[in-house]
């Protein structure tokens, strides 16, 4: 069985700077071996990469996750990049996909199928 990968590109979204922001990133990924799905609506726009790596896109940065908790409020501390340089986001990405990828790992059934 092969994976489907869905990509969201509603007609009226493409033309959204956060539509085209994710999909600059996702292309550059690519050619960085990366496998991304673009999911839009509502203005922004969404990467998703991996567990625990989703990029989020409003057409001026990128920002996700960086996998840490601030010890002072409690919440999520995030890595944001402007949206005017896909390449230096894709490789901050890429590394932090190489982290992710630690702890979480595909699961059996994925690797099944993948194979």
């Known amino acids: ?9 509603h007609p009226v979204a493409s033309g959204c700077p956060a539509v085209r922001g994710a ?4 292309a550059t990924l690519r050619d960085l071996g990366i496998s ?14 991996w567990v625990d790596l989703l990029i989020w896109c409003d057409g001026f ?3 996700w996750w960086n996998g840490q908790v601030s010890s002072a409020t409690g ?3 995030y890595i944001v990049y402007s949206a005017d340089n896909p390449p230096t986001a894709a490789r901050a990405v890429a590394y932090r996909l190489s982290v992710v990828r630690q702890t979480h790992p595909l699961s059996p059934l994925i690797v099944e199928m993948t194979s």
């Open 23 to 26: 999909h600059a990133l996702r």
């Open 61 to 63: 940065t990128y920002r």
């Open 36 to 49: 991304a799905d673009v999911h839009a609506g509502h203005g922004v726009a969404l990467v998703s990469v």
């Open 1 to 9: 069985m092969r994976a489907v990968q869905a990509h969201s590109e």
């Open 75 to 77: 919440r999520r501390i």
